[in-house]
């Protein structure tokens, strides 16, 4: 058997070093790491042993090696029973140790691999770290705007004949069950909801009009930005945020095709916060003037095009503090909804960034970048 390279020997080293000396009176073993880690996927405490084998080591992948940086950047993973600590609930310090250890275990991992070590040191948006479960919460449609296979009396009825904003349902119940493959993840039109399903990973898709659900947990969450009707907009409810003291209005815009007044821009609201019925799960809200605003917040941080510049962008703006609300521009071309770029200030109408690390505007963490009137 020819020796192990020196780098990918080095790292294994180093991987061993944290386990056994970074807490020595914790006592860790490959088996508590390997369960500690699962929330990732499952791992076997053989594939630990692996990496940190010293005659034949084998190289953990990128994430695998996050997940040591997160388990070591803070004592709280030891608190009882070993676990990943999300990273939203980091202080500054211990993301800071998160930080500098990522870099160091992708640095090791770069000179054994040959591959480049660049890291992003922010989360996925939609990769939970925890058992969940999540729910999607979603507007029904009324009984004269569902079509004929939404009637039950009808032999061909199916039941999401009667969801409202259905092109975004599915983009992002895919997206999540990709992101989360061992978790459980359901959807219920508002009216189905029982209390159970609130005390998880809380995902709101559409608006106040058709769905109740959406106006009450935004209340009791506090967020800055509230959606309201308003009488010269009989097509959907606006959005409207307290800047400096003074309310602003945020409106879609409509150009003229021939003689039909057609959509050209839709506004859409991103916001995530902790679950106000359990803090330890988080409360996520899609939503939009209309169905194209909605879709465009869920493809944000779904299209593989622009999510990874756009989850840069929070993290940057927001870190991992866990909440934010961003107000959007969605432009719709040809009835099509562009994703937004949040790095395109034009995008980016109003943020509200609680722990923000760098002041946007106003000592209220409150930034409105643009406002516009149909």
């Known amino acids: 058997m020819q020796p192990a390279p020196p780098a ?37 405490a053989a594939t630990v042993s692996s990496w940190e084998s010293l005659t034949a080591p084998k190289l953990p992948p990128r994430d695998r090696l996050l997940a040591y940086a997160r388990f070591f950047a803070t004592r709280k993973s030891i608190a009882s029973t070993p676990r990943l600590i999300p990273l939203r609930d980091f202080t500054e310090a211990e993301e800071s140790v998160y930080r500098e250890l990522a870099a160091e275990l992708l640095e090791l991992r770069s000179a054994a691999s040959g591959e480049p070590a660049e890291e992003k040191a922010f989360s ?39 969801y409202a904003d259905l092109d975004a349902l599915m983009e992002l119940h895919g997206h999540i069950r990709a992101e989360n493959p061992t978790m459980d993840v359901f959807f219920k039109a508002a009216p189905e909801v029982q209390t159970d399903d609130l005390s998880g990973h809380v995902i709101l898709v559409g608006g106040i009009g058709w769905n109740r659900i959406t106006g009450r947990l935004s209340e009791m969450a506090r967020l800055p930005v509230q959606q309201v009707e308003d009488p010269e907009l009989k097509t959907g409810e606006i959005f409207v945020a307290q800047v400096e003291g003074k309310e602003r209005k945020f409106w879609p815009t409509w150009m003229m095709d021939g003689d039909k007044k057609v959509l050209s821009e839709d506004i859409g609201l991103l916001a995530r916060v902790p679950n106000p019925l359990n803090s330890g799960r988080t409360l996520t809200i899609c939503n939009g003037i209309h169905s194209r605003g909605v879709y465009g917040a869920v493809r944000s941080l779904t299209d593989k095009r622009v999510r990874e510049s756009n989850e840069r962008y929070i993290y940057d703006n927001f870190g991992n503090s866990g909440s934010f609300a961003i107000l959007m521009s969605v432009q719709v071309i040809e009835n099509r909804a562009i994703t937004p770029d949040f790095n395109n200030s034009d995008n980016v109408r109003y943020q509200w960034p609680p722990g923000h690390r760098r002041t946007i505007s106003d000592s209220m963490g409150l930034s409105l970048v643009r406002g516009q009137r149909h």
Do not use: M
């Not at 790292?11 to 000396?21: S, T």
């Open 8 to 44: 990918v020997l080095q790292l294994a080293q180093r991987l061993r070093q944290l386990r056994q000396q970074h807490w020595p009176d914790a006592r860790l073993t490959q088996q508590a790491l390997a369960e500690a880690f699962s929330a990732g996927g499952k791992l076997a």
């Open 124 to 162: 996925r948006s939609w990769h939970f770290t925890d058992d969940g479960p999540a729910t999607f919460i979603c507007a029904q449609l009324p009984a004269g705007q569902t079509g004929p296979l939404g009637d039950q009396a009808n032999p061909n009825y199916t039941q999401l004949q009667t």
